[in-house]
């Protein structure tokens, strides 16, 4: 049934809600933005990690992760969370992509980078999210900023120089200010860096007598403008406004040079590319809040407005040489990618005397994104011209109802969301893509006391995972004559149902998992027999499954601080395109360890590994990573940290699968291993604010 209609009216009677019942209220009511922001804000710890069934919070503001110079390496070192080595992609352990929040406000990873570490107060990881998180993710990453009430200025100065395998500078600006009612944020960061990356891929297509092998390294020479402002003003007690804008600029220059040795059948080829690069990556984004405390039904609603626009191009100049002859131009690739979204959101929150909670709320949001790319072909002085279209409406609504009864807490809820989308070719009179469909998400979580330091939790939920929208773009990348990397703009999303127990003791907890997915993304390959080309995209497989069982456990004994965690995986991923190979369990393990030594120093031994990974498909090696800091306060307004990351140098991955009769065995080098010094200089003080910039955008994490 299409709900498309109904949700909208829905949307529309709560927005009338809100311009009613605010028209009915003239007292000014007591307090409650500092309540509300007792929710978000968490207090100081002792420990900078502490766990709650299995939900791990990080004190980032007062341990040595305040020197690492940007938010994503920052979260890289947290237990569960892997960040890919091209930065564009984040992941938890068992639980997929998460959503990100800032400041229980929805955000992605352009808001991310925009985001500065001294700006972030605590990160807490979220295992099981309520129906209020978006139906989106399986887990929650989410991030207190830090935050005052007394009129004051503070502003932060740091300098990072990073040496990896190239030279890496960070340097930032921070800056808080608040007077009265009005409260004001700033921020600014200049990096000026020099990634360095290496892949190689080795397959055979045995029907084609084919056996082809690459290699490629790629050095980007890349200059990164971030910056960002916010503005609060506080009405009264309970009623405010806001206004919050924040951007990155990028631009890269890279090389890429790329080996190649081609058979096929009798034909060899040993080929030479080398393509000039010049990339640009603009992210602005930009929100319009409002919140007010109706008195007379004792309800908090919140209203607003977002808009996010990117602009990605791609210009490529293609060089050949075959067989150690001379460079030859071979292409010159042109590719724009923009998207435009807006959305509007509406929240209401209802709390009771009974220890009861209700909400309910909406969104709207549309997306409309423009790939186009141009090719020029050298050898036979043709241009190939192709302009795709997207756009997606999204409509969804979600109430839930949490509290306790006797000693059970619990909390039950729901999402419907309602998607349309339409892909259309300029040139094609009737669209690639015309789909209208809706998804109810249920999610209960009930947690049953034994004693004051034990309990049982159970959990279902069913989620969602929708690609990003550049994922649905036609770009492509040339990696050589015979290879490319492309988009797919037929992917669709992914369905997950998952059930979970959950026992505490004290800080410690063990957790039991089932997971099952319909229409997974993983990598594919496809072969075109008359281009004799290789391609290399994301498909949705047919499905997959995993059980997890998770042990946290830290600890603490006189100046040594220790959290761990052991997750056991047993992953099985199945598509009638490919050849099964093996499902077996492995292991996840992760150790933070702190000593706090006299004189303000502070020593940090981080590390994790992952051992063999088969799931089925995929065969991945093992990896154990080791990183170490130290830290030393000066006066309170100086903070100078020397940090050695991946110290062992193992930043090698290793991928086998075999899929539509391709074999393929791929070999990825990551520039992680890492010296860098870290300077902070910080004058004035806030100690806590009242600023509240709520992100509305449900999607935001899928424009990249």
């Given amino acids: 049934m299409n709900v498309y209609l109904p949700l909208k009216l829905f949307i529309m009677l709560l927005f009338f809600f809100l311009s009613f019942t605010a028209k009915a209220q003239n007292e000014t009511p007591k307090d409650s933005i500092s309540n509300q922001l007792n929710e ?65 406000q929805k955000a992605g990873l352009n808001d991310l980078n925009a985001l500065t570490v001294a700006d972030i107060k605590t990160i807490e990881i979220i295992q099981n999210p309520s129906a209020k998180y978006e139906a989106e993710g399986r887990s929650v990453i989410l991030i207190t900023r830090k935050f005052s009430k007394k009129d004051s200025f503070k502003t932060e100065i740091s300098e990072v120089a990073s040496f990896k395998k190239n030279y890496n500078n960070y340097l930032g600006f921070n800056s808080n200010f608040k007077k009265n009612k009005l409260e004001l944020k700033a921020n600014f960061n200049y990096n000026r860096l ?47 406004f806001s206004i919050s804008i924040n951007s990155k600029l990028q631009s890269d220059t890279f090389p890429i040079n790329t080996i190649t040795d081609n058979t096929n059948k009798n034909v060899e080829n040993n080929v030479v590319t080398f393509t000039d690069n010049d990339s ?24 607003g407005l977002q808009y996010s626009n990117f602009d990605q191009g791609l210009w490529t100049e293609v060089n050949d040489n075959f067989n150690n002859t001379k460079f030859e131009l071979t292409q010159i690739r042109d590719q724009k990618f923009q998207i435009n979204y807006f959305s509007g959101r509406i929240d209401i929150e209802k709390k009771f005397k009974s220890e ?83 998804n109810f998400f249920p999610k209960a979580q009930f947690t049953f006391p034994i004693n004051s330091t034990k309990s049982i939790s159970v959990n279902y939920a069913k989620s969602i995972s929708r690609p990003n929208y550049s994922s649905l773009s036609q770009g492509s990348t040339y990696i050589n004559p015979y290879f490319l990397y492309a988009r797919n703009i ?8 998952e059930i979970s127990a959950n026992f505490q003791y004290h800080d410690k907890s063990v957790k039991l998992s089932f997971t099952q997915s319909n229409n997974p993304i993983h990598n594919s390959f496809s072969f075109d027999d008359q281009k004799n080309i290789m391609t290399f995209k994301d498909i949705n497989f047919d499905k997959s499954s995993a059980f997890s069982l998770d042990f946290t456990l830290p600890f603490t004994y006189k100046f040594w601080t220790t959290t761990n965690s052991l997750i056991f995986v047993l992953e099985k991923i199945e598509d009638d395109s490919a050849v099964f190979l093996a499902s077996k369990p492995y292991l996840y393990y992760y150790s933070n360890n702190e000593f706090k030594l006299p004189k303000e120093y502070s020593i940090t031994l981080n590390f994790w590994g992952l051992t063999k990974q088969n799931t089925g498909i995929f065969e991945t090696n093992s990896r154990f990573v080791i990183d170490m800091a130290v830290s030393k306060m000066f006066s309170k307004k100086w903070n100078c940290t020397l940090s050695c990351n991946n110290i062992f140098k193992n930043n090698i991955e290793t991928e086998k699968f075999t899929i539509n009769n391709i074999n393929s065995k791929a070999r990825y080098q990551v520039d992680n291993h890492e010296i860098s010094i870290s300077i902070k200089y910080s004058f004035g003080k806030i100690k806590e604010t009242e600023f509240k910039q709520k992100n509305i955008d449900e999607n935001e994490n899928r424009i990249r």
């Fill in 40 to 104: 978000v804000v968490i207090s100081q710890n002792k420990k900078i990690f502490t766990n709650t069934n299995g939900n791990i919070k990080v004190d980032v503001a007062n341990s040595i992760y305040n020197s690492i110079p940007n938010t994503l390496d920052l979260l890289s070192k947290l237990p569960m969370v892997q960040v890919s080595s091209d930065k564009e992609k984040i992941t938890v352990i068992g639980k997929g992509n998460p959503l990100i929040y800032i400041d229980n």
């Fill in 194 to 240: 020099d990634p360095w990356e290496s892949h190689s891929i080795d397959y055979q297509i045995p029907t084609a007598e084919i056996v082809s092998k690459y290699d490629v390294t790629a050095d980007t020479k890349r200059k990164q403008f971030i910056f960002g402002g916010g503005l609060l003003y506080k009405i009264n007690d309970d009623d405010y």
């Fill in 280 to 303: 640009k990556k603009n992210f602005v984004n930009s929100f319009l809040n409002y919140q007010k405390k109706i008195k007379s039904i004792d309800a908090q609603i919140f209203t």
């Fill in 356 to 438: 009861m909670k209700f909400e309910i709320g909406g969104l709207y949001s549309s997306a409309n994104s423009k790939s186009d790319v141009a090719i020029f072909y050298n050898a036979t002085n043709q241009n190939e011209l192709s302009f795709y279209d997207f756009k997606e409406e999204n409509l969804s609504g979600y109430t839930q109802l949490s509290g306790k009864i006797k000693k059970v807490d619990f909390s039950l809820g729901f999402r419907i969301e309602n998607s349309n989308v339409i892909g259309k070719f300029k040139t094609d009179a009737l669209p690639l893509l015309d789909k209208n469909y809706t």
């Fill in 490 to 497: 037929n992917l669709g999303p992914t369905i997950i149902n």
